[in-house]
Structures are given as C-alpha cells and as structure tokens.
C-alpha cells in the first residue's frame, strides 16, 4: 500500500496576504505580456505559473502567489474587459481613451477593476493593494495618487454599497 502524499504546507494569514498581493503583482505583468506580445490567456498563465512563481532567476527569488486568485484575476480580466475598461474610462477625469494611457497601467487597471467585481475583496483593499502594486512599477513617480484617484472613482461605481 502505497504512503499518501504530505498534506501541503499551512499557509498563515500573513503569508495569504502576502501570496495574493503577488498574484496581483504577477497579474498586471502578464496582463501587461498578454497585450505586448499578443499572446494567450493559456499560454501566459501557464508561462507565470511554470516559470515565474516561486522560481530562481538570475539569482532572484520570484514571491510565491496566490494561484486562485492569479488565476481569478486573468479570467475575469478577459471575460469582462470592456466592462472593466467602460469603468476606467469613466474614472479617467479627461475621458482620456484608456487605449492612450501607459500598458502597464491599463494592466494594473484591468486587474483592479476584475478584483472589484469578480470577487468579495473590499473595495477598499483592492485600492491600497493596486496603489502598492503601481509604487513597485513606478518608485519615482506620480503615477501612485492617479491609480489611487482613478480606482476610488471605479470602485464607488462598481461597489457602491462598500460606501455607503
């Protein structure tokens, strides 16, 4: 008879925090590869999952992540992405075109918008998480305040009731 495989790991609440804040990390980047280099929803998830996740490169720990959420993300991100883009236009105080922002920022942006209505992530986390998220792809710039004022307004459309 054969032994049954060890249980996995407990993860503490901690280490969940910190898993899911690199999915969302790991999200806007393949999100951000999915569009440069028009690639597949698959073909990206498998490539962040095999490649990126937990893994050494060039003598650099990659975080582990909250697949379940990794994976939410990008699903919800493609399955309702005019929906998440409509949001962030009307959030976009000049109506600029969301197509003429930065890619990396329609990624962080259509990341946050699928957390905000796929899952049951307050509102308010979701924000702070993103903002974290755009700080760690622009350490020097303003760009922090423009998420956190553009995911305000696309949270209280799609969340009302978290602010209520």
Do not use: C
């Amino acid at each position: 008879m054969e032994t049954p495989p060890p249980a996995p790991p407990k993860v503490t609440p901690a280490q969940g925090r910190r898993m899911r804040s690199a999915a969302r990390f790991y999200a806007v980047q393949a999100l951000f590869q999915m569009e440069a280099a028009n690639a597949g929803l698959e073909t990206v998830r498998h490539e962040f999952e095999t490649h990126r996740m937990g893994a050494e490169i060039d003598g650099e720990e990659y975080a582990d992540a909250d697949l379940e959420h990794f994976r939410r993300l990008l699903n919800a991100t493609v399955t309702d992405q005019a929906r998440i883009d409509q949001l962030t236009h009307r959030a976009l105080v000049a109506r600029w075109p969301i197509d003429r922002i930065d890619p990396t920022l329609r990624a962080l942006f259509r990341a946050a918008g699928a957390e905000l209505i796929a899952t049951e992530t307050p509102p308010r986390v979701t924000i702070t998480e993103f903002v974290d998220v755009a700080k760690a792809f622009y350490p020097e710039g303003r760009e922090s305040g423009f998420v956190n004022a553009v995911l305000d307004h696309m949270a209280r459309e799609a969340r009302p009731e978290a602010f209520a």
